[in-house]
């Protein structure tokens, strides 16, 4: 065997896998940090109805005249944690009541795993069981999500599959009235192979390279 094919067909492999693994490291929510929004119309929040484009990469649904609302960091006597990430959060209850924000994802594989990552906090005290997330239709929660008092922020990570069309990612309110869960850094990430199956599939690749070639040149000495 020319092991200096075969060596260059293992690190090649080796270097598509790393390629790999950061591709897989691609957050495919649009704008999930809620961010580029501007002046909102009442300085600190604004209200977002049903059918309304203002928040880029994400659709509000829920009965007419209900709505998100689009929460701002402030100063002052206004200076509480509003964000976990950048300027903006969502408060899921809205503004007079609750709605539903949610985003089609189009980049998602077919049967490969995903991490779905969100953080939550809570527009006043702490609170349970006020929102449900829905992937695809299907709720991924097993119990009622616990949201902090506001100030303080907690991650939540589920995983999910893809499927080979659209993959739709849902936030809904459950509580009413108008200050709820505050929704911020949503994130869908493709979950890696681990290290040693990536190098074994580099390996068997490498294998599968350097048995091709050498076929080849028996076949031209062959001629």
Not at 36 to 47: D, K, S, V, W
Not at 107 to 126: C, D, E, I, M, R
Not at 139 to 144: M, T
Request: charged share 10%; aromatic share 8%.
């Amino acid at each position: 065997m020319n092991m200096k094919k075969y060596l260059l067909g293992v690190v090649a492999t080796g270097v598509l896998a790393m390629a790999w693994s950061a591709s897989a490291s691609a957050n495919l929510v649009s704008n999930g940090s809620f961010e580029g929004l501007g002046t909102l119309a009442n300085t600190y929040y604004e209200a977002v109805n049903p059918g309304s484009s203002r928040i880029t990469g994400w659709a509000v649904t829920g009965y007419s005249g209900n709505s998100v609302d689009i929460v701002r960091e402030g100063t002052g006597a206004s200076a509480l944690d509003w964000a976990q990430a950048g300027e903006y959060a969502i408060d899921i209850a809205g503004t007079p009541g609750p709605a539903s924000i949610s985003q089609d994802i189009g980049a998602a594989v077919a049967s490969q795993t995903y991490l779905l990552s969100f953080w939550t906090s809570s527009n006043g005290a702490a609170l349970t069981g006020a929102m449900d997330v829905f992937w695809n239709g299907i709720s991924v929660l097993s119990g009622g999500l616990v949201s902090p008092a506001q100030g303080t922020w907690a991650q939540h990570q589920f995983t999910v599959l893809g499927t080979a069309g659209l993959d739709t990612l849902r936030f809904t309110d459950l509580k009413g009235g108008n200050a709820g869960v505050l929704l911020d850094n949503v994130s869908l990430t493709a979950v890696p192979l681990p290290p040693a199956a990536i190098l074994f599939g580099s390996v068997l690749f490498g294998f599968a390279v350097v048995a091709r070639k050498r076929k080849a040149g028996q076949g031209a000495l062959a001629a």
